[in-house]
């Protein structure tokens, strides 16, 4: 039997963090959550994780440091980045950093089960943009 994918979930908003959780678990995924950067770097979780999905703003440290660090630190998984401000600079730094995805908030739950199904499937291969359908 196989077992299930990890998606680790980084995001300052508890709801979002709760919404995305209870999505992702229904479908029959782990899921792992953490309020920040930081916490998530702590965990013991960060070799499980099957893909990444993590808030671009946030206290502290952002998504695109925290994907620097996993990279540092020899890690490379699959990365959603999700933002509420999809300016083009956003979207050409998360496209440098390897994104698999890009999704402006507020977004739909296929446009993120379609990101993390690509992102499970391929590992990769250019970053899509999704948004509220």
Known sequence: M???PVISIVDDDESVRDAIRSLLRALGYVVDTFASAEDYLQSPHLSDTS???TD???PGMNG???QRRLVSKGLQMPVIFMTAFPEEA???LARDAGAVSL???PFD???LISCLDRALTERGGGITEGSAG
Request: glycine share 0%.
């Open 56 to 58: 671009i703003q946030m």
């Open 90 to 92: 956003v979207s050409r």
């Open 64 to 66: 695109f440091e925290l």
């Open 109 to 111: 739950e296929q446009a």
């Open 51 to 53: 893909c990444l999905i």
């Open 103 to 105: 999704l402006s908030k």
């Open 2 to 4: 196989q077992k299930a």
